[in-house]
C-alpha cells in the first residue's frame, strides 16, 4: 500500500514463505524462533537484494537505460542479483568488484557467486580495497554515454531509498502473513550491511503503524558506524514514502560484535551455526551475513537476552552460493 506511486518491476517470486523451526528452538531451548525465506526469491538462487532491485531496476526501465553499473565484493550476492535482473530485462551489466577480503584462495576468487556473475554475462571489472567507487562508476557511466548508451548506476547493495522500497514492502508482507498465521512476533533479527535491508524494514514496520523491535546484526563496520548509516537511510526511505519521521534513533539498534576479524572474514560462531541450521533444520546460510546474524541470535538466546517465552523471528537474506566460495574454509 506505501509503494503502489513506485515503479517497479516483478522480479521476485513473492510473498516469501513464514516458517517455524521447531528443532532450533528445541535445541536451544529458548525462544519460538520462525524464519523469513528472503532466501526464496528465486533470481539466480535468490537473496534479499533481488527485493531492492524490483524498484531499482523499474526506475531504470522507467528512465529507458540500456546498461546497469554496480558495485560490490568480489563475492557479493547483490552483484549477482543485478547480473540476472539485468540479463531479465535485456540491459547490460557492468560491474566493479572489490578486493575486500584479505589473502582471498582460488575458490574466492572464481567460484560462488563470481562464477555465476560471469555465467550471467556481466562484464567484471577489479579494483582494489577502497577504491573512490562514486566517481570510477560515475566515469564508465560517461564511457557508456559516450557510446550511446544510457547508463543507470545501482549503489552498491541497491542501498538507496530507492532500493529500500523492497524491505518497505517486505515488511508489509511479513505483517501480513503475521495475520494469516495468526502469530505475534517479540523481535526481528536480520543481518544488517550496506544498510537498505535494515532501513527499509523498520521503515515499512513504523509506516504501518507497528513497533516490532528490530536488532540488527552488523557484519562489516562498528556499531556507531553502522547504526548512523542504517538511521540515516531509514530517514530518507521515511522521507521519499510520504511517511517523514515515523522511524526514531532509538528505533535502529545494529549489534556489530560477530563479525569477528572482518568482513567476510570466517569466524567459530559462523561455522558453529552454518552446520546447525543445516542439520536440524534443512536450511543453509552464508558465511558472510546470514550465517554472522544467526550467530548473533543464536548467542543472544544463550545469553537469556531473548526468554523462552518470546517469539522471534529472523529475516533468512539468502547468500547460500556465497557458501561454495567458502569450501576450503567451512570445518565440516
Ligand atoms: C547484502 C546482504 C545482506 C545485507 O543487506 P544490506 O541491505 O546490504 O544491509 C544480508 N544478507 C545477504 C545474504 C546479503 O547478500
Redesign the pocket.
Same mark, same amino acid.
Do not use: P, R
Given at each position: 500500500m506505501l509503494l503502489s506511486n513506485f515503479p517497479r518491476v516483478s522480479l521476485a517470486h513473492l510473498p516469501t514463505p513464514l516458517e517455524p523451526l521447531p528443532r532450533l528452538s528445541e535445541r536451544l531451548g529458548g525462544p519460538e524462533i520462525w524464519v523469513k525465506r528472503d532466501d526464496c526469491t528465486g533470481l539466480a538462487t535468490g537473496?534479499?537484494?533481488t527485493r531492492?532491485l524490483e524498484f531499482s531496476m523499474g526506475q531504470a526501465l522507467e528512465r529507458g537505460a540500456t546498461t546497469v553499473i554496480t558495485v560490490g565484493a568480489v563475492q557479493?550476492?547483490?552483484v549477482r542479483q543485478t547480473a540476472a535482473a539485468a540479463a531479465k530485462l535485456g540491459m547490460r551489466c557492468e560491474v566493479l568488484l572489490e578486493h575486500r577480503v584479505e589473502n582471498p584462495g582460488p575458490l574466492y576468487l572464481n567460484s560462488g557467486n563470481v562464477l555465476l556473475d560471469r555465467i550471467l554475462g556481466a562484464n567484471l571489472r577489479e579494483y582494489a580495497k577502497g577504491t573512490d567507487f562514486d566517481a570510477e562508476m560515475e566515469k564508465i557511466a560517461g564511457e557508456i554515454r559516450a557510446e550511446g548508451g544510457n547508463p543507470y548506476i545501482v549503489p552498491g547493495?541497491a +542501498?538507496n531509498p530507492v532500493g529500500a522500497l523492497g524491505?518497505v514492502g517486505c515488511a508489509e508482507e511479513l505483517l501480513r502473513q503475521c495475520d494469516e498465521h495468526d502469530v505475534a512476533f517479540d523481535h526481528a533479527v536480520?543481518?544488517?550491511?550496506?544498510?537498505?535491508?535494515?532501513a527499509g524494514f523498520a521503515v515499512g514496520l513504523r509506516a504501518s503503524g507497528n513497533d516490532l523491535p528490530v536488532l540488527g546484526i552488523g557484519?562489516n563496520v562498528p556499531q556507531d558506524e553502522q547504526e548512523a548509516k542504517v538511521y540515516a537511510l531509514s530517514r530518507a526511505t521515511a522521507e521519499y514514502i510520504g511517511k517523514p519521521g515515523c522511524v526514531v534513533r532509538e528505533d535502529i539498534v545494529a549489534d556489530c560484535g560477530y563479525i569477528g576479524p572482518g568482513y567476510g572474514e570466517p569466524t567459530a560462531g559462523m561455522n558453529e551455526v552454518v552446520l546447525m541450521l543445516a542439520r536440524e533444520e534443512g536450511l543453509l546460510f552464508?558465511p558472510?551475513? +546470514?550465517g554472522k546474524?544467526l550467530a548473533g541470535l543464536v548467542d543472544y538466546v544463550r545469553e537469556g537476552r531473548f526468554a523462552a517465552s518470546q517469539k522471534i523471528v529472523f529475516l533468512h537474506?539468502?547468500?547460500v552460493a556465497?557458501l561454495f566460495a567458502y569450501a576450503d574454509i567451512i570445518d565440516v
Open positions: 537473496g534479499n537484494k531492492k557479493s550476492n547483490h547493495g +542501498s524491505y536480520l543481518a544488517s550491511g550496506s544498510a537498505g535491508t535494515h557484519v552464508d558472510v551475513y +546470514s546474524a537474506t539468502g547468500g556465497g
